[in-house]
């Protein structure tokens, strides 16, 4: 293998991980936030959401519950219908992160 050729290859490498970062930050960009995403992340703030929960409802509320995301899209879907209006709405992940529980459920 001459010099040019493997010069040749290094540079198609290059250019190969540069498409495929483009690519990936082009699906990052178009990438809706879906229902299950937001039931995941409602899953892994349970703890202080099921405590407000259990203030403003308290014949309602699950007694423990780690899937406390899937419980309100069954149980309450008006509740988790603002959560996920409010985490759609967010701009990027920490824009959501930033989003208290009273604000989500609320």
């Given at each position: 293998m001459t010099s040019k050729q493997a010069t040749k290859l290094l540079a198609g490498v290059s250019s190969q991980e540069r498409l495929t970062e483009t690519l990936h930050a082009a699906w990052n960009r178009r990438r809706k936030w879906t229902r299950t995403d937001?039931?995941?992340?409602?899953?892994?703030r349970a703890q202080p959401l099921i405590a407000l929960f259990r203030r403003l409802r308290p014949g309602d509320a699950p007694a423990h519950s780690k899937q406390f995301g899937y419980?309100?899209?069954?149980?309450a879907p008006a509740v988790f219908d603002r959560a996920h209006a409010r985490l759609a709405g967010a701009?990027?992940?920490?824009?959501?992160?930033?989003?208290?529980?009273?604000?989500?459920?609320?």
């Open positions: 937001t039931a995941r992340h409602l899953n892994d419980w309100l899209k069954d149980n701009t990027d992940d920490d824009a959501r992160e930033r989003l208290l529980p009273t604000e989500l459920i609320l």
